[in-house]
């Protein structure tokens, strides 16, 4: 909040909100009860922001003001670690220069972050050896089509309101009982498109999970597959054929660079409206509220496994209906990540595992069971987390290498309203320092890693399987 003592000059993020929504400084100011020039001082910094415009922009956007009031934005810890690379060692800038000019210019630092990261990429795909084997000549790929998908639901912070919408319009067709969803989903593909449904032998399937025959009018899933992750094949497939206009236009929007990277996002457009519909919007996030986000408690209400539940509380963006603000990993034994979503701002790795210092790894060893942990980053935020085994796949198929660990965390300050942090002393947490895995370089500040040498062809491969095809079927 604001104080006598302390002005607020929060021009750059007042810019950074706007482009967000999407909107004009004239729109803005409408909404804020002002006027366009007084917005247009507020943003370049010509005058402090008050107590009263803050409550304002918390009750016109659905913001907590205490984000816009923070010392930094997030787009100066993003610059401070490209002005720490090595190569910048001379130039002496410290941490508050990179959060002014953070600051001032939002848009520019995101282009120099962006254009640093560019970088980062190239010179590992260098590292190992990316030439034409023919040839000789060195190969330099445009941006790889799972980094444009996760860049760009993130910048959406993972929540798309068109399919939220599209998800529940369907939902009240069907007029199903969530926990038995199934047949309902089975009787429209059959009745309204045509569409047979059958479970298929592994024999059958070979590696597959799901198959649709266009010609046949059949759908075919693998009986490795849980009921939950049945359902959802049939969601997907429903989805696809009641709303594939609504999908297509939703990525014709978003001008993907190429052919590959826009049919990768429609696949995941198609992922989140049959998640949409496993877990309607506005039922999920009541019965997380009324059960303090117990996870095992609402699965079980809707028919889901414990991944689609944790992957659907990092989509739970609504303006005036938010749901706490989640993000969420899967890794395997080797600690390579598989996914990552957020539904807020959380420093993700770029490229690499997660640190070792964090807990999520324990859960190998207790299969089942949720462990809790208080963790910190670098830049002194500190998060609730927890993390449960899950399996890849059921039946007489799963093995040993099909053990997943599901993390899953928030800011501390929403830790009290979980389940899972009853009896935490929040204000005097005993919080475990994690490295740089949360950053997007490679500097050794967790003392586990720098020990460790860095495999580079694991470095590269996390960036290539961080969204998979069909990313809430396990």
């Known amino acids: 909040m604001a104080t006598s003592d302390k002005k607020l000059f929060l021009g750059g993020r007042l810019k950074r909100l706007r482009r967000d929504l999407g909107i004009t400084q004239t729109r803005m100011a409408e909404d804020l009860e002002v006027s366009a020039s007084y917005l247009n001082l507020l943003e370049r910094n010509q005058r402090p922001v008050t107590a009263q415009m803050l409550l304002r922009l918390a009750d016109a956007y659905d913001l907590d003001f205490r984000s816009l009031a923070a010392d930094d934005p997030g787009g100066g810890a993003g610059l401070e670690e490209v002005l720490g690379d090595k190569m910048f ?32 990429d190239r010179g590992r795909l260098i590292d190992l050896g990316a030439f034409d084997r023919e040839g000789g000549s060195e190969v330099i790929p445009t941006v790889q089509p799972t980094e444009w998908v996760r860049d760009l639901v993130g910048s959406q912070r993972n929540y798309f309101a068109e399919l939220e919408t599209c998800a529940e319009t369907l939902v009240a067709a069907l007029k199903a009982d969530p926990q038995d969803l199934g047949p309902a989903v089975r009787e429209r593909l059959l009745v309204r498109h045509g569409i047979q449904t059958r479970v298929m032998p592994v024999e059958v399937m070979a590696s597959a999970l799901r198959r649709y025959d266009h010609h046949r009018k059949r759908l075919m899933v ?45 696949v995941f457009l198609g992922n989140y409206l049959a998640a949409a519909i496993m877990m309607p919007y506005g039922p999920f996030l009541a019965a997380l509220e009324a059960n303090g986000y117990d996870i095992e408690r609402v699965r079980s209400r809707f028919g889901i496994s414990f ?42 790795s770029r490229f690499g595992g997660t640190c070792p210092r964090w807990n999520v790894h324990d859960s190998f060893k207790t299969p089942g069971r949720i462990l809790t942990q208080v963790i910190e980053t670098p830049d002194g935020e500190r998060y609730f987390t927890l993390s449960r085994t899950v399996r890849r796949v059921s039946g007489l198929q799963a093995g040993q290498e099909d053990e997943l660990v599901i993390g899953l965390g928030c800011e501390l300050k929403y830790a009290s309203k979980l389940a899972y942090a009853r009896g935490l002393d929040i204000a005097a947490p005993v919080a475990v320092e994690i490295g740089p895995s949360c950053r997007i370089c490679e500097r050794p500040a967790c003392p586990q890693r720098a020990a460790a040498p860095i495999n580079r062809t694991l470095l590269v491969e996390e960036s290539t399987k961080s969204l998979s095809p069909f990313p809430f079927v396990i």
């Open 307 to 348: 991944e689609q539940a944790a992957q659907r509380l990092t989509t739970l963006g609504r303006s005036g209906a938010r749901g706490v603000p989640f993000f969420m990993v899967r890794l395997d034994a080797a600690g390579n990540i598989s996914k990552r979503f957020a539904a807020g701002a959380f420093p993700f």
């Open 222 to 266: 693998s009986e490795t597959l849980a009921p939950a992750s049945r359902i959802f094949a049939m969601c997907y497939q429903l989805g696809l054929l009641e709303f594939g206009d609504a999908l297509t236009a939703l990525a014709d929007r978003y001008k993907a660079p190429d052919r590959a990277t826009r049919q990768l996002l429609k």
């Open 89 to 120: 060692a001379d130039l002496g800038i410290g941490r508050h220069e990179a959060a002014e000019v953070a600051e001032v210019s939002p848009a520019v630092t995101e282009a120099v972050v962006r254009l640093y990261r560019a970088y980062l």
